[in-house]
């Protein structure tokens, strides 16, 4: 089997004002000629080690079950940066959402042949890096056309955004919450139950009419189940 390279990279956000690094995976059939989907995560070295994602990506290409993609990790420089930039209420949400819409994607969009429709974009995440990826796509719904909720954390801030939210068919969302996440560790030391709030977005969401796929698996609030979950994920979200 032919594998993909990853490159990595490093731009300057005026948003955050800082550099932030890319981690990504080009396919092993890569070329100027043919377009290519987005796959932007957040939590974005996780994505890469843990989920082995280019790993996944390159069988599912070869095996011919999805169409071509390009994933882009975005990874956080530490557990207070990421509280920062993915929790609704951190105090660079805002600025690392429109980083997402307003600059990662139009760098993406002139370096490599995407199709620049939100339905050519999508965004991917695990726990909180869920979240900020609903938030993303709840801010910018033309940009970003596809959403893939691994286990989310959810909170009111993102509840009342779903409530407020009025163009449901924008983008297609996939949502998987673990049957045993009933007490997950926080970076704060404390714990929260995942599955109720999860199972509220769920409804919220149903009941607005968004083009929904949602499943409860037996399981925890581990990578142990996101990695095996990848591989359906893209193939329901790229599948050929």
Avoid: C
Avoid at 63 to 91: A, F, L, M
Avoid at 95 to 118: C, I, N, S
Wanted: glycine share 8%; proline share 5%; net charge negative.
């Amino acid at each position: 089997m032919t594998t993909g390279k990853v490159e990595d990279l490093s731009i300057y956000s005026k948003e955050l004002q800082e550099d932030m690094q890319l981690l990504v995976y080009l396919p092993s059939n890569f070329s100027p000629l043919y377009k290519y989907t987005l796959v932007i995560a957040s939590d974005g070295k996780d994505y890469f080690q843990l989920g082995r994602i280019p790993r996944v990506v390159d069988e599912l290409l070869a095996n011919q079950e999805i169409e071509n993609i390009i994933v882009v990790g975005v990874p956080y420089k530490s557990v207070s940066d990421r509280n920062k930039k993915y929790e609704p209420t951190g105090e660079q949400h805002g600025a690392y959402v429109r980083f997402l819409a307003h600059e990662l994607v139009p760098f993406l969009d002139e370096k490599y042949p995407t199709y620049q429709v939100g339905m050519g974009r999508a965004l991917i995440g695990d726990s909180l890096a869920a979240t900020v990826s609903l938030m993303a796509a709840l801010k910018y719904p033309n940009i970003f056309g596809r959403v893939i909720l691994q286990s989310p954390k959810v909170g009111e801030d993102m509840l009342k955004t779903v409530e407020a939210f009025n163009s449901a068919n924008s983008f297609t969302v996939y949502h998987v919450i673990g049957k045993e996440e009933t007490a997950v560790k926080l970076s704060n030391g404390g714990t929260e139950d995942f599955v109720e709030p999860n199972r509220k977005l769920n409804n919220l969401m149903k009941n607005k009419g968004f083009s929904i796929f949602y499943e409860e698996f037996d399981g925890d609030h581990t990578w142990k189940h996101w990695q095996p979950d990848l591989r359906r994920a893209l193939i329901q979200n790229f599948g050929m």
